[in-house]
């Protein structure tokens, strides 16, 4: 028995084997010295020598270089190497390669199934929208892992939420009322148990309502979870037609792997959608109100958030209208420290607790003083400073009571363009015991107005230099040129100042009220007749 891991045969030119070691005996029954190649050998390796055989005799390969060429033996694939003799004849080295060439195309198609992967996490994470993510699950699951795909997201109210897509055709939304149980494997995977293996499933039993309609009878079925965060967050099922192979278990270890990053992204969608619904639920009463006319007294207020921070923040305002005509409203403007949804919250917590204590509204101080108590109390580190302002008509006058809580003063407006500060000083609340403050009054004359603001407006930087603060005294100099404009004019103005001074650069939060008496004698009260929060 030859001891070489080849199989060695030795053919001259014109195919008639000259020499056979045993494991080429072996390998070709009935081959032997004398025998012609092309009665024992396949017909790949008859066609390689007899090329070999003619390049020979034209003059190439005249120094023995060699030659390769593979095929296959029965079930086996075989290199064969071939090199030329002094004597002219061609002797053939064959080597068993099926196990490299297994292997190099099991590597060929991990790589195929990585890119693959890669490329399906990259689309689904692009987008944060649930039925986008489901229309792409199905779509890719078509075109690569079977002939259709069904995605089937777990049941809203009585019905599921489904996209079924073809192989070559664009996914179609469904909303179906059916027994998920009629499939095996089907309501477990909703739950998120894992997948039963598709041999376990009779095609033949799947329910009309599985099937996509022209899909033709179905030969194999997968049914696997969609894992999502800590709730499932659907099923994937992938039909294939009868007359092609059944799934294996590799493409079923496969689909896993694909249906682990298709359910991630859509639970990452889900739960985006539902912070965001969440958020503009937040946001409808955390954001300040809309303000008109309230019993003869122009109220107008603007807010802007800061660059960081798109909808909310630490700055706010809000007006309660007076509950009959000849009392006070009352209108509060704060700044809570620091930014973003942390001070948002505490920001309605202060604008509550101020609507809870407006049956206190005559007397400014005691409602600083409970209010400092339920901030002292709280579970957190921050503070506020706000200033209140309770305002009624007085004849063509509007008298106002002014409070301050270690807030800028009020600028107050004339009709002549001077302006002036309020004179209204106190203690921020939330921090000390006690939050002294001095109330102080003052009226304003018809086409006069007192503005209320944070100090986003004074502190935004910008202008040529683009590090510029707009400054006091520059809010003050664009003032004095607004008297006897409306309120909402005033606002408008000031807003569009300012940010024309930022420009593209950040901000803090900007919140401003302005009140002003009009120069109608005109009293009306537009949607104010009852105490509380007024909103358009």
Same mark, same amino acid.
């Given at each position: 028995?030859?001891?070489?891991?080849?199989?060695?045969?030795?053919?001259?030119?014109?195919?008639?084997?000259?020499?056979?070691?045993?494991?080429?005996?072996?390998?070709?029954?009935?081959?032997?010295?004398?025998?012609?190649?092309?009665?024992?050998?396949?017909?790949?390796?008859?066609?390689?020598?007899?090329?070999?055989?003619?390049?020979?005799?034209?003059?190439?390969?005249?120094?023995?270089?060699? #030659?390769?060429?593979?095929?296959?033996? &029965?079930?086996?694939?075989?290199?064969?190497?071939?090199?030329?003799?002094?004597?002219?004849?061609?002797?053939?080295?064959?080597?068993?390669?099926?196990?490299?060439?297994?292997?190099?195309?099991?590597?060929?198609?991990?790589?195929?199934?990585?890119?693959?992967?890669?490329? !399906?996490?990259?689309?689904?994470?692009?987008?944060?929208?649930?039925?986008?993510?489901?229309?792409?699950?199905?779509?890719?699951?078509?075109?690569? /892992?079977?002939?259709?795909?069904?995605?089937?997201?777990?049941?809203?109210?009585?019905?599921?939420?489904? =996209?079924?897509?073809?192989?070559?055709?664009?996914?179609?939304?469904? #909303?179906?009322?059916?027994?998920?149980?009629?499939?095996?494997?089907?309501?477990?995977?909703?739950?998120?148990?894992?997948?039963?293996?598709?041999?376990?499933?009779?095609?033949?039993?799947?329910?009309?309502?599985?099937?996509?309609?022209?899909?033709?009878?179905?030969?194999?079925?997968?049914?696997?979870?969609?894992?999502?965060?800590?709730?499932?967050?659907?099923?994937?099922?992938?039909?294939?037609?009868?007359?092609?192979?059944?799934?294996?278990?590799?493409?079923?270890?496969?689909?896993?792997?694909? !249906?682990?990053?298709?359910?991630?992204?859509?639970?990452?969608?889900?739960?985006?959608?539902?912070?965001?619904?969440?958020?503009?639920?937040?946001?409808?009463?955390?954001?300040?109100?809309?303000?008109? #006319?309230?019993?003869?007294?122009?109220?107008?207020? &603007?807010?802007?958030?800061?660059?960081?921070?798109?909808?909310?923040?630490?700055?706010?305002?809000?007006?309660?209208?007076?509950?009959?005509?000849?009392?006070?409203?009352?209108?509060?403007? &704060?700044?809570?420290?620091?930014?973003?949804?942390?001070?948002? =919250?505490?920001?309605?917590?202060?604008?509550? +607790?101020? #609507?809870?204590?407006?049956?206190?509204?005559?007397?400014?101080?005691?409602?600083?003083?409970?209010?400092?108590?339920?901030?002292?109390?709280?579970?957190?580190?921050?503070?506020?400073?706000?200033?209140?302002?309770?305002?009624?008509?007085?004849?063509?006058?509007?008298?106002?009571?002014?409070?301050?809580?270690?807030?800028?003063?009020?600028?107050?407006?004339?009709?002549?363009? +001077?302006?002036?500060?309020?004179?209204?000083?106190?203690?921020?609340?939330?921090?000390?015991?006690?939050?002294?403050?001095?109330?102080?009054?003052?009226?304003?004359?018809?086409?006069?107005?007192?503005?209320?603001?944070?100090?986003?407006? +004074?502190?935004?930087?910008?202008?040529? /230099?683009?590090?510029?603060?707009?400054?006091?005294?520059?809010?003050?100099?664009?003032?004095?040129?607004?008297? &006897?404009?409306?309120?909402? !004019?005033?606002?408008?103005? =000031?807003?569009?100042?300012?940010?024309?001074?930022?420009?593209?650069?950040?901000?803090?939060?900007?919140?401003?009220?302005?009140?002003?008496?009009?120069?109608?004698?005109?009293?009306?009260?537009?949607?104010?007749?009852?105490?509380?929060?007024? +909103?358009?």
């Amino acid at each position: 028995m030859s001891l070489l891991p080849y199989a060695v045969l030795v053919v001259d030119g014109s195919g008639v084997v000259c020499h056979v070691n045993a494991k080429a005996a072996a390998l070709f029954p009935g081959l032997h010295r004398g025998a012609a190649l092309a009665d024992s050998v396949p017909p790949w390796l008859v066609d390689a020598h007899t090329r070999r055989t003619v390049t020979a005799s034209q003059g190439g390969d005249a120094h023995g270089d060699a #030659q390769l060429v593979s095929g296959p033996v &029965g079930a086996r694939s075989f290199e064969a190497l071939a090199t030329v003799q002094d004597d002219g004849n061609v002797m053939w080295w064959l080597v068993d390669d099926t196990d490299h060439r297994l292997a190099r195309r099991a590597l060929e198609e991990e790589r195929e199934r990585t890119a693959f992967l890669t490329e !399906a996490s990259n689309t689904l994470l692009s987008s944060l929208n649930l039925e986008r993510c489901m229309d792409v699950t199905a779509q890719l699951a078509a075109e690569h /892992l079977a002939d259709a795909a069904l995605v089937i997201a777990p049941r809203n109210a009585r019905r599921l939420p489904v =996209v079924i897509c073809l192989r070559g055709e664009k996914p179609q939304r469904l #909303q179906w009322d059916v027994d998920p149980a009629e499939v095996p494997g089907l309501a477990e995977a909703l739950q998120g148990f894992p997948p039963v293996p598709s041999r376990w499933i009779d095609p033949a039993c799947a329910p009309e309502w599985l099937v996509p309609q022209g899909f033709g009878p179905v030969g194999s079925i997968v049914v696997t979870p969609l894992p999502g965060h800590g709730v499932p967050a659907g099923a994937l099922v992938l039909l294939r037609r009868s007359g092609k192979a059944a799934f294996t278990d590799g493409e079923e270890v496969f689909a896993r792997l694909f !249906a682990a990053r298709s359910g991630a992204a859509m639970s990452a969608a889900r739960l985006y959608a539902e912070q965001s619904s969440l958020s503009q639920t937040l946001m409808r009463d955390l954001l300040p109100p809309v303000l008109h #006319q309230i019993s003869g007294v122009d109220f107008a207020g &603007g807010y802007r958030a800061s660059k960081d921070h798109e909808r909310i923040g630490g700055d706010f305002y809000d007006v309660h209208p007076a509950s009959t005509a000849g009392e006070e409203s009352f209108a509060v403007l &704060g700044d809570v420290c620091g930014k973003g949804m942390e001070a948002a =919250v505490l920001t309605g917590k202060i604008r509550n +607790t101020l #609507q809870a204590l407006l049956p206190m509204a005559d007397d400014h101080q005691r409602m600083i003083d409970l209010l400092n108590g339920a901030l002292l109390n709280a579970h957190h580190t921050r503070f506020a400073t706000l200033v209140m302002a309770s305002a009624t008509r007085e004849g063509g006058n509007v008298r106002l009571r002014l409070t301050s809580a270690g807030h800028q003063p009020a600028l107050i407006v004339r009709s002549d363009g +001077t302006v002036e500060e309020g004179r209204s000083r106190g203690t921020l609340v939330g921090t000390l015991p006690k939050a002294p403050a001095t109330t102080t009054y003052e009226t304003l004359a018809p086409g006069e107005f007192c503005m209320l603001f944070t100090d986003g407006f +004074t502190e935004a930087r910008g202008g040529p /230099l683009g590090d510029e603060l707009f400054g006091e005294d520059r809010l003050k100099e664009d003032l004095s040129h607004c008297a &006897g404009m409306p309120a909402e !004019a005033v606002v408008e103005h =000031v807003q569009m100042l300012v940010s024309h001074w930022v420009g593209s650069g950040s901000h803090d939060d900007m919140a401003v009220i302005v009140i002003a008496a009009p120069r109608s004698h005109h009293l009306s009260a537009v949607d104010g007749h009852t105490r509380g929060r007024f +909103t358009a």
